[in-house]
């Protein structure tokens, strides 16, 4: 079945440290995205990709770096700029313009330890 | 700032009661989505409606769009517990979603 993976799905972060965040969809999407929620809060756009070897910074994207080398693969790393990462994080994928809503995977829960 | 914005941001009801959320959006668009999301987990597409289309339905869910309010409505008929979660609503010319509306269905 087609659909977009995430993992881990929990992880631990000491403070200073980068970490990476995977995201992998097989439902031949050209466009990603990665959302940031914190509790009890609405979704806000880190970044996104609309074609491979390219992608754009969304409303929040300091602190935060992505790649794009593979239609199928937009990892996320969460740098030590970052200052406050605990939060739940989820990508998403879309055909070009989104003509049926967006796939989303099921999430990465982050925590600062 | 995101094209669609849900209301209200929260709503309680008791089981067999219907739920009622709207969206506002900004601009023209091809069609709007809403998704639902369990508490911890991603969003899941619900229903779809396109922008010549008034009023759709899918199980218990109907959805209506008026265009010239730039307005969705999601009507969620006879809740269930399991209806407890938030509600996304977003359009096919932005990729930002709202704060949601938390729905609760008591028992």
């Known amino acids: 079945d087609g659909g977009i993976t995430q993992s881990p799905k929990y992880l631990f972060r000491k403070e200073g440290q980068n970490v990476t965040l995977s995201c992998e969809q097989n439902?031949?999407?050209?466009?990603m995205y990665w959302y940031r929620q914190d509790p009890g809060q609405g979704l806000r756009l880190i970044y996104y990709?609309?074609?491979?070897?390219?992608?754009q910074k969304g409303d929040i994207a300091e602190g935060y770096s992505v790649s794009r080398e593979k239609k199928e693969s937009f990892p996320l790393t969460v740098t030590s700029a970052q200052k406050n990462p605990t939060a739940f994080y989820l990508c998403?994928?879309?055909?070009?313009?989104?003509?049926?809503?967006?796939?989303f995977g099921s999430g990465t829960r982050l925590t600062v330890v | 700032s995101q094209q669609g914005e849900e209301d209200p941001q929260a709503l309680s009801i008791q089981e067999g009661e219907n739920a009622t959320m709207n969206c506002s959006y900004k601009?023209?668009?091809?069609?709007l989505q809403w998704y639902r999301q369990n508490s911890g987990r991603g969003l899941v597409h619900l229903i779809l409606?396109?922008?010549?289309?008034r009023e759709k339905h899918s199980g218990r869910l109907r959805v209506t769009l008026d265009t010239s309010k730039k307005s969705s409505s999601l009507l969620i008929t006879a809740s269930r517990a399991a209806d407890t979660a938030s509600y996304f609503c977003?359009?096919?010319?932005?990729?930002?979603f709202g704060a949601g509306t938390r729905l609760t269905v008591k028992p």
């Open positions: 977003a359009t096919d010319n932005d990729m930002r």
């Open positions: 601009t023209s668009i091809n069609n």
């Open positions: 439902l031949n999407h050209d466009a």
């Open positions: 998403a994928s879309s055909p070009t313009g989104a003509p049926g809503g967006y796939t």
């Open positions: 409606i396109r922008s010549n289309e």
């Open positions: 990709s609309q074609i491979v070897n390219d992608f």
